[in-house]
């Protein structure tokens, strides 16, 4: 059959049949075994069986068939019996096609589980945030360039960028520490659209870019000595389900490497009064889409709780006397179209309150390039081991 090989469980507790992995038959009969386990699960139950295919990467047109005519076959078979798929948008065309096939079969739910599957995602998740993260990765690497050494890279280590937005972090490092291995997960297609071009473009053909859910990666266990995950816990509303994601490919020993931000201590004197305000109330807005902001500081507490061995958590402090001024003021001009735009329309804000997060951020832009200002944004970055012996807590 396949050449990528699937997995098919069946959990009689959740009454939940688990597929993972590439399901690609070429003929029917490749397909005997996910058939008898399915055929068996459906009499085995009763109100609903789950049929869950949220980690299922490949599925070929028979593949589909298949699981049609299984929904058929219970149709008949179990006419009480309701069946609820779970898709997932990592096969494209299927959360539509399965959704069609609903119409016509009143026992066949379909739950496409990552369409919108966390509150920020229309706003994070869209090409008006690409110039945002080109423009800070740009600062931030000259910081983090080094400092990456210090919390445990090497060069010929097997690393997964995960949340990696437009690849560019994953291209540098790629090109300061020569992994052997460099896998890059994001949930964005425009995001990984602009990624794969710009690898393109540069000749890179070893990056491998994956798309995916963090909180449920299609990445084996234990996979890689090194995992980052870059100002992303931050913006997901439930970033301890992505940490664990992380610890699980994270072999025992390999390090884990997080960063994230505190939005309320950007900082730029004089006008520190806008300033503040404007950063306190961008970390209100983007609260309300279920993002934390804050929650740079408060990383060593949950890798604490999650089992990690040697915690070490530090700040990049980008400041206007560290870093080149263009380039910082850059990044506030992106969050300001970024702020007045797409976030400003998604929190619903007056037209007055985005006149004052312009002016706000006008004054940061201001205080940066004054010669006599000083403005910082601030960037904790956490790094811890993976137990060798127990596994962190999950
Ligand atoms: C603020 S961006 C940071 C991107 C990149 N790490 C960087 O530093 O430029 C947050 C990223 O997290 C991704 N993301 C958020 N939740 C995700 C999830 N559950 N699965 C995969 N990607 C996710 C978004 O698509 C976005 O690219």
């Not at 690609?24 to 075994?33: I, V, W």
């Not at 060069?155 to 937005?165: E, F, I, L, R, Y």
């Not at 859910?213 to 100002?231: W, Y």
């Amino acid at each position: 059959m396949a050449t990528k090989p699937y997995t098919v469980r069946f959990i009689e507790n959740d009454q939940e049949v688990v597929i993972t992995g590439a399901l690609r038959p070429q003929a029917p009969a490749d397909m005997d075994g996910i058939r008898r386990v399915l055929d068996g699960a459906c009499a085995a139950v009763e109100g609903i069986l789950f049929v869950n295919l949220r980690k299922l990467r490949y599925l070929n047109h028979l593949g589909f068939v298949e699981l049609i005519r299984f929904v058929e076959r219970a149709e008949r078979s179990a006419p009480e019996l309701r069946i609820k798929l779970v898709i997932s948008s990592v096969i494209p065309w299927a959360p539509r096609r399965f959704a069609m096939i609903a119409d016509r079969h009143p026992n066949l739910i379909v739950e496409h589980y990552d369409r919108a599957f966390y509150p920020g995602q229309g706003v994070i998740e869209n090409d008006a945030l690409i110039p945002v993260l080109r423009t800070q990765t740009s600062i931030i690497w000259h910081h983090e360039r080094h400092l990456l050494r210090e919390h445990g890279l090497r060069p010929g280590m097997t690393v997964a960028d995960v949340c990696c937005g437009i690849g560019d972090f994953a291209v540098l490092l790629r090109k300061e520490y020569k992994p052997a291995r460099i896998v890059a997960v994001d949930h964005s297609r425009p995001f990984l659209a602009y990624a794969t071009q710009v690898a393109r473009d540069f000749g890179i053909s070893d990056i491998e870019y994956q798309y995916g859910d963090a909180t449920s990666l299609l990445l084996a266990d234990e996979l890689f000595d090194f995992v980052t995950s870059r100002l992303s816990l931050q913006v997901f509303n439930e970033p301890e389900k992505i940490l664990r994601e992380l610890i699980r490919i994270c072999r025992p020993g390999g390090r884990i490497y997080l960063t994230n931000e505190m939005m309320s201590h950007n900082y730029g004197y004089p006008r520190h009064e806008t300033v503040a305000w404007t950063y306190n109330r961008i970390n209100d807005m983007c609260a309300s889409l279920g993002m934390d902001l804050s929650f740079g500081p408060k990383m060593y507490s949950l890798m604490t709780d999650l089992g990690f061995e040697d915690i070490k958590i530090e700040t990049i402090e980008i400041t206007n006397r560290n870093t080149v001024v263009d380039d910082f003021a850059r990044v506030i001009e992106s969050w300001e179209d970024y702020v007045t735009g797409e976030l400003s329309t998604a929190t619903g804000q007056t037209p007055e309150m985005i006149e004052r997060l312009r002016t706000g951020l006008r004054d940061h832009i201001y205080t940066i390039r004054s010669r006599r200002g000083y403005a910082t944004w601030p960037l904790y970055i956490a790094s811890g081991r993976r137990p060798v012996r127990a596994r962190a807590a999950t």
